[in-house]
């Protein structure tokens, strides 16, 4: 049976209690999203008849995730960054036990992990201190009093203790089950039985490429989506029979045990910084990233510097982060990702990069040509929009502003500049994923941007965005099937990195113009960057994958795509000088 450890009356007690334990605490797993986002370390479902594929047990955690109003799931960092003389998981628990029990604010219960081979002799439910809680293989579950907190120190600044808000369980959270993500093995748009598929079945197309169309299938539709194409003879796979399953696995943390992927090396020195939340072995809160950017500064004061360029319609700040050896005659190179709230990938990847390039540049290891480079980067653009789609719908893609008119939320940030702006691509319906804006540039994420940029023009080299997915280097235009004056350089460039690419994971990437890989994309950065500022390189990089996974790439491609990102931008460096 699993243990209660936590529950006593006093600090002491509790401290006494874990030092009686003789079991070992490890570090605690990241875990996301709930109850419904425990299932994977739940015992394994059974699965109900018919396609809506869900287990009485699950069915009965949402009902209960429901119940529990204003109780929130919380995480412990042990991160390590203050000196002690006994630095272990074990005593860092223990201490964090006794010191939470002094504050005596809150409600603390500590479950201890038991071996997956045991769930099957344990109850479905326990019910401690009237709160359910179900059984779970995760190291502890905190259930704490509500509170309005992203963050909470519970010592003094630099602790090593920190809580960290991953779900509020509220009634509000969006919910998948049972849709699922097509392949339709069909390009020719204006042919009238595909046209009327899409209208009558589709969603949401989340990509369009050579390869097909990926489409989201909502579960009330699939039965009907497929006697049609048995009906027209379309070709299709089904590359997600269950967002929700797939959603949960983008909530998980990859143990090194998992892969065999030699760039998959958790050991490298850039990826184990002292007093950083980031892993890259999951994905990340925006508390997390910009407490990241936080210690690249601390750690590489010489190098670094953080500019705040705005707020976000939550008035979260814009946050970017400058590398450079200070020389005057330096290129810039301003690089954004998250651009698009469910893209999880790209940001994780950025990051990665600015680790890595941060590190080797301290250790006089960089590539030379990246030494003489003034870096801005940007790594979550839409951090309202992010931390939504981390906290309530997974598949959120737009900001948060507010439409009162209509009652709907957001703005897609990738149609609100101003070339091309309200044209193809785009809809002024501010309900639909690609809304585009009452009015260009009407966010203050985009203004942001725009005046950052237009403050840079006359040494601008080159911009990237990263985004998520498709596999693919594209360049101006995304409005029109026009070529610019400088193609023939940018495709020059796109090339290069995609052998890079090759040489590095075997990764094939596709190469074109932003319209003839994505069709019409009006209103983006990356256009409004080329007529305005006209910098050398311009380019969308999307990362993993080609479909399998689309926007929820589970969190063992974080490695891989980080080194893409990496790879691109010492392209860039290199072209550049």
Not at 235 to 241: F, H, L, P, V
Not at 507 to 523: D, F, I, V, W
Not at 554 to 577: D, M, R, V
């Amino acid at each position: 049976m699993p243990q209660l450890l936590a529950a006593a009356s006093s600090s002491s007690s509790r401290y006494d209690f874990f030092a009686r334990t003789g079991d070992n605490l490890v570090r605690l797993p990241f875990f996301g999203g709930g109850v419904a986002q425990l299932l994977r370390y739940l015992r394994p479902m059974e699965l109900a008849g018919g396609i809506e594929r869900r287990s009485a047990l699950r069915m009965a955690l949402d009902e209960n995730y429901v119940s529990y109003r204003g109780a929130q799931l919380w995480k412990l960092n042990f991160n390590g960054t203050r000196k002690r003389g006994d630095s272990s998981p074990d005593a860092q628990f223990n201490q964090f036990v006794e010191d939470f029990g002094d504050r005596g604010s809150a409600q603390l219960l500590v479950w201890r992990s038991v071996p997956m081979p045991a769930l099957a002799a344990l109850p479905e439910l326990w019910t401690l201190n009237s709160s359910e809680l179900y059984e779970a293989t995760f190291e502890s579950l905190q259930w704490l009093s509500p509170t309005d907190l992203r963050r909470f120190d519970f010592l003094s600044p630099g602790s090593t203790y920190q809580i960290n808000r991953r779900y509020r369980n509220d009634a509000s959270v969006r919910r998948y089950y049972g849709h699922q993500l097509w392949k339709l093995h069909e390009t020719r748009l204006g042919q009238p039985k595909l046209r009327a598929f899409l209208r009558r079945f589709g969603s949401e197309v989340w990509n369009i490429n050579q390869d097909g169309i990926d489409i989201i299938i909502e579960h009330k539709n699939v039965a009907a989506a497929q006697q049609y194409m048995e009906q027209t003879a379309f070709s299709y796979n089904i590359m997600i029979d269950d967002i929700e399953t797939a959603i949960d696995e983008t909530y998980t943390e990859v143990n090194e045990a998992d892969t065999d992927n030699t760039l998959a090396n958790y050991s490298l020195p850039w990826l184990n910084r002292e007093g950083a939340l980031l892993t890259w072995r999951r994905y990340h809160d925006q508390g997390d990233m910009q407490q990241f950017l936080q210690n690249i500064l601390e750690t590489h004061s010489e190098l670094a510097e953080i500019v705040q360029i705005g707020l976000t319609r939550n008035k979260r700040p814009l946050e970017v982060l400058r590398i450079s050896n200070g020389n005057s005659n330096n290129w810039a190179v301003f690089v954004d990702a998250g651009m698009q709230a469910r893209d999880w990938l790209s940001p994780a990847a950025l990051t990665y990069a600015i680790s890595k390039l941060s590190w080797l540049w301290e250790q006089g290891e960089a590539d030379k040509a990246m030494r003489h480079i003034d870096w801005y980067f940007l790594p979550l653009a839409n951090p309202d929009g992010y931390q939504y789609s981390r906290l309530t719908d997974r598949l959120w893609t737009k900001n948060r502003n507010y439409d009162s008119a209509s009652g709907c939320y957001g703005v897609n940030l990738d149609r609100n500049f101003d070339y091309g702006w309200g044209q193809a691509g785009s809809t002024s319906n501010p309900c639909k994923n690609l809304y585009h804006g009452a009015k260009s540039f009407s966010e203050p994420e985009t203004r942001a941007i725009r005046n950052f940029l237009l403050g840079m023009r006359d040494y601008l080299g080159a911009y990237v965005s990263f985004g998520g997915y498709g596999q693919a280097i594209t360049y101006p235009w995304g409005d029109a099937d026009y070529v610019t004056s400088n193609q023939r350089e940018l495709r020059h460039t796109a090339r290069q990195a995609i052998l890079n690419f090759r040489r590095l994971n075997h990764a094939e990437y596709s190469m074109g113009s932003s319209y003839r890989q994505k069709l019409a994309r009006s209103g983006n950065a990356a256009d409004w960057v080329q007529q305005h500022i006209e910098p050398q390189y311009v380019y969308n990089v999307f990362l993993k994958d080609q479909g399998r996974y689309g926007y929820l790439m589970p969190p063992h491609y974080i490695l891989e795509s980080g080194e893409e990102a990496y790879e691109f931008l010492k392209t860039i460096a290199q072209q550049l000088n």
